[in-house]
C-alpha cells in the first residue's frame, strides 16, 4: 500500500462534560476510499471537523505527507489540500450557485473587482466535467432541491484541487438517482488518485464504494475492515459494539434497497 | 447512467441549442424579458418596483394637494435634505445585510458633530482637519462596537444600544453649557450644503454615468459571450440603460432649474454608487453577504468572519459622522438637538423600506436613495400642506410597515420555493 497522504494518530476532544473522541487513529492513502462508519453520536462528524480545522483537536498528532502538522483553522486544511462536504451543508442560501462555489476563494481582475465572467466560466466547465446539469446558475442556492445542493457543495470542495476529501454523509438527503451520481463522483475522485473519507449510514454505499470501513464507537477506534474480504455482519458488529443485537439478527431480511447495480 | 429529474416551474419554452433545456427563460425577446419579469414578481423577487411605484403614488398624490410639490425649488431643498440621513442609512444598510442592527447612529453622528464644531470653532483648528477627525471619531467608535460584538459576542442591538446613550452622553459633554456651536459661514463646512455645480457640471455627471454604465455593461456582455455564456441582448442592455437615463437626465434637468445640482446630494449618491459597487463588485462585499447569509458557512469558507462584521459596524458609524458633519452644515451649528430626533428612525426606516431585508442577506446600497426620497418626499409634502408631524409620523409608520411586510412576505414566499 502506498504511504498515507493522511494520517491521524491519538486524536482527543472533549466537549464539556462530553468526551466525543478519545485516542482515535485513522489514514488514508491517495487513491483510496475510507469508509467512516459509527452509530448516530460516534464522534464521526467530530473527527471530520478535527481534520478540517472547524474545532481543532485537544490532543493528537497528525501527519500529511509523513510531515507533521498542526491544523488550528479552516484556512490550514484547505491550504494543506483537504476539501470538506459537511453535513449541514454551508451554503449562504442568499447567494447564487457562481458565488458559493468560490466563497472564500473568489476570481478578481486586475483592477481587483470581482471576474464573475471568470468564475462563471469555470462553474460551468466543473459542473459539466462532473456531469451535472443546473438549469442556471445565477439563481440562489435556496432555490434548489437538496440533491443539487449537495453536488453544488462537492463541486465547491473540488475546486481547490484538493488531495483529500472529506464527505459527512452526502447521500444522506438523496433519491436514487442522486445518490448513483453522487457515488459515480466518489469513484471518479478516487480514480483521479485522491483519498476519501466517506462518512455513511447506507451500508450498500459503504460497500458499493468504500475501499476500507473505519468503524467508530463512543468516540474510540472499533474496528478498521478491508471492505471486499468483511461481511456485512462484522462492519455492523464493530458499529454496535456486539455480535448479537437487532440489526444483525435482522440483516439476513434486510439487505437496504439500493444503488449496487453500478 | 441515470438522468437527474427535471425540475421545471412556468411556462414551457422553446429551447436554444446548447443550453440546459430546463433553462425556462431565455430572455432574448421582449416577451422573454416580460415572462422574467412576471416570473419574479410571483416568485416574490420583486426587486425596487414596490417602492418606485410608491414613490410615483407620493409624488402625484401631493402635486395634486400642492401645485409646488413638484417645482424644482422644492425638489432641490428635498435633494439636499435627505443627504445627511441618507448617508447614515447607507451605513445601517451594510449592518443590516450582516443581520444585526445598529441603534447608534444617531448619537454618533451627534457626537461627530460635537466633535467637529468644538475643534473647528471652541479649538481653531482648519475645518477639513476638524471634518477628518469627526470622521476619525466615527471609525474609532464604530471599531469599539463592532469589536465588543464580534470578539466578544455581546449581541449588536445590545452593543448599540448602550452606543445609543453613551455617545448621545459624550455630544452633550462636548457641547457644554452653551449647547449649540456655530460654525463660522463661508468656510468648507457650510459648503458643504451650500454648493451647487452650474448646470453644464451636472450635464457633465449625469452623461458621464450613463455612457459608463453602458460600456461596462457592453464590456462585461462581451466578455460574457467572448466566454460562451449566456449574456444580456443589446436590446436588453439598451432597455435598462433608458431606464437609468431617465431618472438621471430628468433629475439633473429639474435641479439645473433651480440652483443647479447640489454638492451634497452628489456626496450622498457619490457614497450610495461607490458602496453599491463594493458590495457587489468587490470580495470585501461578496463576504459581507455571506457572513450575513450564513455565518458558519462563511468561517467554513475561510473568511474572517469577525474582521466583515468589525470593518461593517466601523463603515457605519463612520457614515453616520459624515451625515452629522452635513447636518451641522446645514444649519451652521452643532446643538444638542443635531441628530438628536427621529434621525435614527428614519434611517433604519429608509433602509427596510429601500428594500433591504431586516432579516440580513438581502438588499442593496440603492436602498438608501429610494427609501430616503420616499420618506423626504412625505416630510417635505406635509410641510408644504402645513402638516403636523404628528401627521408625519403616522404615514411614516404605515409605509414602514408595509414595506417591513412585503420583506417579510416575500422572505416567505422564497422559503416556500427553497426545497431542502
Ligand atoms: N459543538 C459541540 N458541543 C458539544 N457537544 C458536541 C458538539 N459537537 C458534537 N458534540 C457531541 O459529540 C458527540 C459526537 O457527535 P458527532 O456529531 O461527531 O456524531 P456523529 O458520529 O457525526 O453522529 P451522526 O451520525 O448522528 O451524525 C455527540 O455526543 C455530540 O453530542
Ligand atoms: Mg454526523
Known amino acids: 500500500m502506498s504511504t498515507p497522504v493522511l494520517e491521524l494518530s491519538g486524536i482527543s476532544k472533549r466537549f464539556g462534560a462530553v468526551q466525543a473522541l478519545s485516542e482515535v487513529d485513522l489514514r488514508v492513502s491517495p487513491g483510496e476510499v475510507v469508509a467512516l462508519l459509527g452509530d448516530n453520536g460516534a464522534g464521526k462528524s467530530t473527527l471530520v471537523k478535527v481534520i478540517a480545522g472547524v474545532n481543532p483537536a485537544d490532543s493528537g498528532e497528525i501527519l500529511w505527507e509523513d510531515r507533521p502538522v498542526t491544523i488550528a483553522k479552516p484556512g490550514d486544511a484547505q491550504r494543506l489540500g483537504i476539501a470538506t462536504i459537511y453535513q449541514d451543508l454551508a451554503l449562504c442560501d442568499n447567494l447564487d450557485i457562481v458565488a458559493n462555489l468560490f466563497l472564500g476563494s473568489e476570481h ?15 462553474a460551468r466547465e466543473l459542473l459539466d466535467s462532473l456531469s451535472v446539469r443546473i438549469p442556471s446558475l445565477r439563481v440562489p442556492v435556496a432555490s434548489l432541491s437538496g440533491g443539487q445542493r449537495q453536488i453544488i457543495a462537492i463541486a465547491r470542495s473540488l475546486l481547490g484541487d484538493p488531495k483529500v476529501v472529506m464527505l459527512d454523509e452526502p447521500t444522506a438527503a438523496l433519491g436514487v438517482a442522486q445518490t448513483a451520481q453522487v457515488l ?16 455513511s449510514h447506507n451500508m450498500a454505499d459503504v460497500r458499493a464504494v468504500a475501499d476500507r470501513a473505519m468503524v467508530l464507537r463512543l468516540g474510540r477506534n472499533a474496528g478498521d475492515f478491508q471492505v471486499e474480504d ?10 454496535t459494539g456486539a455480535a448479537d443485537n437487532p440489526v444483525a439478527r435482522r440483516s439476513g431480511r434486510v439487505p437496504v434497497a439500493g444503488t449496487e447495480d453500478a | 447512467m441515470a438522468q437527474q429529474t427535471p425540475v421545471s416551474r412556468g411556462t414551457e419554452a422553446v429551447p436554444p441549442i446548447e443550453r440546459d433545456p430546463r433553462l425556462i427563460v431565455t430572455a432574448t425577446s421582449p416577451r422573454g424579458l416580460i415572462t422574467t419579469a412576471l416570473h419574479r414578481v410571483r416568485s416574490g423577487e420583486l426587486g425596487p418596483i414596490p417602492v418606485i411605484l410608491g414613490l410615483i403614488f407620493i409624488c402625484v398624490v401631493f402635486q395634486f394637494a400642492h401645485e409646488r410639490f413638484l417645482s424644482p425649488q422644492n425638489l432641490s431643498n428635498l435633494a439636499v435634505q435627505i443627504a445627511a440621513v441618507g448617508l447614515m442609512t447607507t451605513g445601517v444598510i451594510m449592518v443590516l445585510l450582516l443581520g ?39 471609525l474609532v467608535i464604530g471599531i469599539i462596537q463592532g469589536t465588543v460584538f464580534a470578539k466578544i459576542g455581546v449581541p449588536a442591538f445590545v452593543v448599540t444600544l448602550a452606543g445609543l446613550l453613551g455617545w448621545q452622553g459624550l455630544q452633550i459633554y462636548l457641547l457644554g453649557d ?24 451636472g450635464w457633465g455627471i449625469a452623461v458621464a454615468v450613463v455612457l459608463a454604465y453602458i460600456g461596462f455593461t457592453l464590456y462585461g456582455e462581451q466578455r460574457r459571450s467572448a466566454a460562451g455564456l449566456p449574456a444580456k441582448p443589446t436590446m ?13 437626465f430628468g433629475a439633473v434637468a429639474l435641479l439645473n432649474q433651480f440652483k443647479g445640482v447640489p454638492l451634497s ?11 453599491d459597487l463594493m458590495l457587489r463588485k468587490t470580495r470585501y462585499g461578496r463576504m459581507v453577504f455571506a457572513v450575513g447569509g450564513n455565518a458558519e458557512a462563511a468561517r467554513r469558507a475561510g473568511i474572517n468572519v469577525d474582521l466583515i462584521r468589525i470593518s461593517v459596524f466601523a463603515l457605519a458609524s463612520a457614515l453616520s459622522a459624515i451625515g452629522g458633519i452635513l447636518m451641522v452644515s446645514r444649519s451652521f451649528s452643532a446643538s444638542l438637538s443635531t441628530a438628536g430626533g427621529d434621525e435614527l428612525m428614519m434611517a433604519i ?5 429601500g428594500g433591504t431585508s431586516l432579516f440580513g442577506g438581502r438588499g442593496n446600497a440603492y436602498s438608501a436613495l429610494l427609501g430616503g426620497l420616499v420618506l423626504g418626499a412625505i416630510t417635505s409634502g406635509l410641510y408644504l400642506l402645513q402638516m403636523d408631524s404628528s401627521i408625519r409620523y403616522m404615514i411614516t409608520a404605515l409605509v414602514l410597515l408595509i414595506a417591513v411586510v412585503l420583506d417579510a412576505m416575500s422572505r416567505r414566499s422564497r422559503k416556500l420555493h427553497a426545497r431542502s
Open chain 1, 108 to 122: 478578481t481582475t486586475a483592477s481587483g473587482a470581482l471576474d464573475e465572467v471568470e468564475m462563471e466560466r469555470r
Open chain 1, 184 to 199: 459515480d463522483l466518489i469513484e471518479r475522485l478516487r480514480d483521479s488518485g485522491l483519498g476519501v473519507i466517506l462518512i
Open chain 1, 230 to 239: 468483511t461481511s456485512y455482519e462484522e462492519i455492523v458488529a464493530a458499529i
Open chain 2, 100 to 138: 444585526e442592527i445598529d441603534l447608534s447612529i444617531g448619537s454618533v453622528a451627534g457626537a461627530s458633530a460635537a466633535v467637529l464644531a468644538v475643534l473647528s470653532v471652541k479649538q481653531g483648528y482648519p475645518e477639513p482637519l476638524a471634518i477628518a477627525a469627526a470622521i476619525g471619531t466615527g
Open chain 2, 178 to 201: 452653551t449647547g449649540t456651536i456655530n460654525v463660522k459661514d463661508g468656510g468648507p463646512i457650510a459648503a458643504l450644503t451650500q454648493t451647487y455645480f452650474i448646470p453644464a457640471v
Open chain 2, 236 to 248: 436588453e442592455i439598451g432597455l435598462r440603460a433608458l431606464l437609468l437615463a431617465i431618472p438621471i
Open chain 2, 265 to 275: 446630494f452628489l456626496v450622498f449618491v457619490g457614497f450610495v454608487v461607490a458602496f
Open chain 2, 349 to 353: 426606516a429608509a433602509a427596510v423600506i
